[in-house]
């Protein structure tokens, strides 16, 4: 177990020591009585209002397919995007540790560590270009394995 509050546990790419930590890894989440494949398939369908588009974001076969579609303007995005897009990836990041023990247990095992997502061109989820980001997920991360290790006493 990492003890040290002061290290930093990064995460980015799928090859990365945290890879499970990333929204694009393999570790599905169930809202609505529906299972998406990541926590990016889910996030991204949450930007829209439209149900057909949603589900096309859900069947997706790569998160990567379900971000680029949650990048599109083509489609509206919901007007109160701004005010809700953390507390969905706070639930979606929650129901993901929840459902899966062995990202669970890794993400327990960082202990009083700083995580941030070492997302170079993401300066809100991740640390941005500079290490300076607002590294959103990070804290996300942080957040829930404060509550995960609450739960566990």
């Not at 997502?117 to 300066?123: F, G, I, K, T, V």
């Not at 404060?146 to 566990?152: I, N, T, V």
Request: aromatic share 12%.
């Amino acid at each position: 177990m990492i003890n040290e509050s002061k290290k930093t546990v990064y995460f980015y790419a799928q090859t990365d020591e945290y890879s499970e930590f990333s929204n694009f890894a393999p570790y599905g989440v169930a809202f609505d009585g529906r299972w998406w494949r990541t926590v990016e398939h889910y996030f991204q369908a949450m930007k829209f209002h439209d149900s057909d588009y949603r589900e096309r974001i859900r069947s997706c076969s790569k998160p990567k397919h379900a971000k680029a579609l949650g990048m599109t303007r083509e489609i509206p995005l919901r007007l109160d995007w701004e005010e809700v897009k953390d507390q969905i990836m706070l639930d979606a990041v929650k129901c993901k540790f929840k459902t899966h023990e062995h990202p669970r247990n890794l993400l327990l095992s960082t202990g009083l560590a700083h995580i941030a997502e070492n997302a170079p061109m993401d300066a809100y989820w991740g640390v941005g270009p500079d290490g300076n980001g607002l590294n959103r997920l990070g804290k996300i991360l942080m957040q829930v394995r404060g509550e995960l290790q609450s739960a566990r006493i």
